[in-house]
C-alpha cells in the first residue's frame, strides 16, 4: 500500500472520531446536507479533503478561476447557473456529479444491483483517478450509458457506475449515485480515496461544493407555487369575489334615503272597513256581528270589565259607566242581527254612540259598588 493511500486512510480514520465526538452537538441534520456529521450527512468527505490541504467552499455560486475542482451533491442549480458551471468547465475547471438525475450527467443505463444485493465494483480502467483503488461501495447506484468519446470505470450491468466526459479544456466526471459521499459509505472500501483523487486541487486550488439556488429543487416552494399560473389566478379570484358578494349584500352605502314610514290603521277603522264592504256585498247580518263584535272589544278594554262579563250585567254596567241608556245599549249589543240596510244603519249609528261614549268615560272611575259583579268562588 503506498504512502499516500495510508495517508488517506488516516485522514479518514482522524475525520471519523471527530465526528463521533462533535456529532451529537451538531446534530444530523438533513440527508446529504454537507453541514450534517449524521450517517446520511457528507461532512465527513469536506473535512477529509481540508486535511489533506484543500480549501473547501460551501456555496450556491459558481466557481470561478481560483477553483480547479467542483462538486455538486444534489443538482439544486438553475438553468442560468448550471450554464454558468459548464462555462467554467470549459475553461479547464473539473466537475464531480454526484447526482446521476442531473441535466450535466450522462444517460441512465441501469442499476449497480445484483439480485437485491450491492457488490463492491472494481474499476477496470486506467483513469488516474482510480490510482490506489481497489474497489468502491455504492448504495441504491445507477449505471451510465457510455456517451461517445467519453471514458467509464466501474463497470456494471452493461454500464459504468463512474463517465468522465471531456467539455473544452475541462472534465465533468459523473458519479452513479451520491450515496458513496455519505459519512456513513466514507470509510467502505476504498471511496475515500475514489473521492480524494477526483476533488483534491493539484496546484492548491479551492474546491467549491455547489448548492444551488433554485427554490424548486431545494424544496422551498410552497404548495400554490409549484401549480399552474392557471391555477394560481383562479385561486386568487376566490377571495375577490367573495368580497365583491360581502359588499353586494351589505347594507347600501352613503346618505340614509328617507322611506315613508307605514301607514298605521287603527283596528277599529279596519273593522268599521269591513263592515262598509260587508254592507257593499249585501251581508247586513255579517256586517252588523262586525260592528257588534268591535264595540265589545273596546268596551272591555276602555272599561275594564272583564270578558267573561255579559247579558243583561254587562249592560248595566255600561250604562252605569257611559250614561247611556240601557234600552239602546241592548239594541247595539244584543238582539237579533240587522237584515236589512236600514237596521245595519241603525246599528252601526248606535255603536258609534257607544264609542264615543268611552272615549269621554274616564276609566279610572270604579262603577257603583252594587253594580260590580262578584266573582269570588263562594258566588251562587
Given at each position: 500500500?503506498?504512502?499516500?493511500?495510508?495517508?488517506?486512510?488516516?485522514?479518514?480514520?482522524?475525520?471519523?472520531?471527530?465526528?463521533?465526538a462533535i456529532?451529537?452537538?451538531r446534530?444530523?441534520?438533513?440527508p446529504?446536507?454537507?453541514?450534517?456529521?449524521g450517517?446520511?450527512?457528507?461532512r465527513?468527505i469536506?473535512?477529509v479533503?481540508?486535511?489533506?490541504?484543500?480549501?473547501v467552499?460551501?456555496?450556491?455560486?459558481?466557481?470561478?478561476?481560483?477553483?480547479?475542482?467542483a462538486?455538486v451533491?444534489?443538482d439544486?442549480m438553475?438553468d442560468m447557473?448550471?450554464?454558468?458551471?459548464?462555462?467554467?468547465?470549459?475553461?479547464?475547471?473539473?466537475?464531480?456529479v454526484?447526482d446521476?438525475?442531473s441535466?450535466?450527467a450522462?444517460?441512465?443505463?441501469?442499476?449497480?444491483?445484483?439480485?437485491?444485493?450491492e457488490?463492491?465494483?472494481?474499476?477496470?480502467?486506467?483513469?488516474?483517478?482510480?490510482?490506489?483503488?481497489d474497489?468502491?461501495?455504492?448504495?441504491?447506484?445507477i449505471?451510465?450509458?457510455?456517451p461517445a468519446g467519453?471514458?467509464?470505470?466501474?463497470?456494471?450491468?452493461?454500464g459504468?457506475?463512474m463517465?468522465t466526459e471531456q467539455?473544452?479544456r475541462g472534465?465533468?466526471?459523473?458519479?452513479g449515485?451520491?450515496f458513496?459521499?455519505?459519512n456513513d459509505?466514507?470509510?467502505?472500501?476504498d471511496?475515500?480515496?475514489?473521492?480524494?483523487n477526483?476533488?483534491?486541487?493539484?496546484?492548491g486550488?479551492a474546491?467549491?461544493?455547489?448548492?444551488?439556488?433554485?427554490p424548486?429543487?431545494?424544496?422551498?416552494?410552497g404548495?400554490l407555487?409549484v401549480?399552474?399560473?392557471?391555477?394560481?389566478?383562479?385561486?386568487l379570484?376566490?377571495?375577490l369575489l367573495?368580497l365583491?358578494?360581502?359588499?353586494?349584500?351589505?347594507?347600501?352605502?352613503?346618505r340614509?334615503?328617507?322611506?315613508?314610514?307605514?301607514?298605521r290603521?287603527?283596528a277599529s277603522?279596519?273593522?268599521v272597513s269591513?263592515?262598509?264592504?260587508?254592507?257593499?256585498?249585501?251581508?247586513a247580518?255579517?256586517?252588523?256581528?262586525?260592528?257588534?263584535q268591535q264595540a265589545l272589544?273596546?268596551?272591555?278594554?276602555r272599561?275594564?270589565?272583564p270578558?267573561?262579563?255579559h247579558?243583561?250585567?254587562?249592560i248595566?254596567l255600561v250604562?252605569d259607566?257611559t250614561?247611556?241608556p240601557?234600552?239602546?245599549l241592548r239594541r247595539a249589543?244584543?238582539?237579533?242581527?240587522?237584515?236589512?240596510?236600514?237596521?245595519?244603519v241603525d246599528?252601526?249609528?248606535?255603536?258609534?254612540a257607544?264609542?264615543?261614549?268611552?272615549?269621554?268615560?274616564?276609566?279610572n272611575r270604579?262603577?257603583t259598588?252594587?253594580?260590580v259583579?262578584?266573582?269570588?268562588?263562594?258566588?251562587?
Open positions: 500500500m503506498t504512502r499516500r493511500r495510508w495517508r488517506i486512510l488516516g485522514a479518514v480514520v482522524l475525520v471519523v472520531l471527530t465526528v463521533v456529532g451529537p452537538r446534530g444530523d441534520g438533513p446529504l446536507d454537507p453541514d450534517s456529521t450517517p446520511a450527512g457528507v465527513g469536506l473535512d479533503l481540508e486535511e489533506v490541504g484543500a480549501d467552499e460551501v456555496t450556491d455560486g459558481v466557481p470561478t478561476a481560483a477553483h480547479e475542482t462538486l451533491i444534489l439544486q438553475t447557473q448550471r450554464d454558468g458551471v459548464r462555462g467554467w468547465v470549459d475553461d479547464g475547471g473539473t466537475l464531480v454526484a446521476p438525475l441535466a450535466l450522462p444517460g441512465l443505463g441501469g442499476v449497480t444491483s445484483i439480485a437485491f444485493t457488490p463492491t465494483i472494481e474499476p477496470a480502467c486506467d483513469d488516474p483517478a482510480v490510482a490506489d483503488v474497489r468502491v461501495s455504492v448504495a441504491d447506484g449505471v451510465f450509458t457510455l467519453a471514458s467509464g470505470c466501474f463497470p456494471r450491468n452493461d459504468h457506475w463517465v467539455v473544452g472534465h465533468i466526471v459523473s458519479l449515485g451520491p458513496t459521499l455519505t459509505l466514507l470509510d467502505a472500501a471511496n475515500a480515496v475514489l473521492l480524494v477526483l476533488l483534491q486541487p493539484v496546484d486550488g474546491v467549491r461544493v455547489i448548492r444551488g439556488d433554485d424548486a429543487a431545494r424544496g422551498e416552494d404548495l407555487d401549480l399552474p399560473e392557471q391555477v394560481q389566478v383562479a385561486l379570484q376566490i377571495p367573495w365583491a358578494v360581502l359588499w353586494w349584500r351589505a347594507p347600501r352605502h352613503g340614509p334615503v328617507w322611506e315613508d314610514p307605514p301607514i290603521v287603527d277603522e279596519t273593522t269591513t263592515g262598509h264592504l260587508l254592507q257593499r256585498a249585501g251581508r247580518g255579517d256586517a252588523g256581528a262586525v260592528l257588534r272589544v273596546e268596551l272591555h278594554s272599561l275594564g270589565i270578558e267573561d262579563v247579558g243583561e250585567e254587562l248595566v250604562a259607566r250614561r247611556l240601557a234600552d239602546d249589543l244584543g238582539g237579533p242581527l240587522p237584515r236589512t240596510d236600514d237596521e245595519l246599528l252601526a249609528r248606535r255603536t258609534a257607544l264609542r264615543r261614549a268611552l272615549h269621554r268615560v274616564d276609566a270604579p262603577p259598588d252594587d253594580l259583579p262578584n266573582r269570588s268562588p263562594d258566588r251562587e
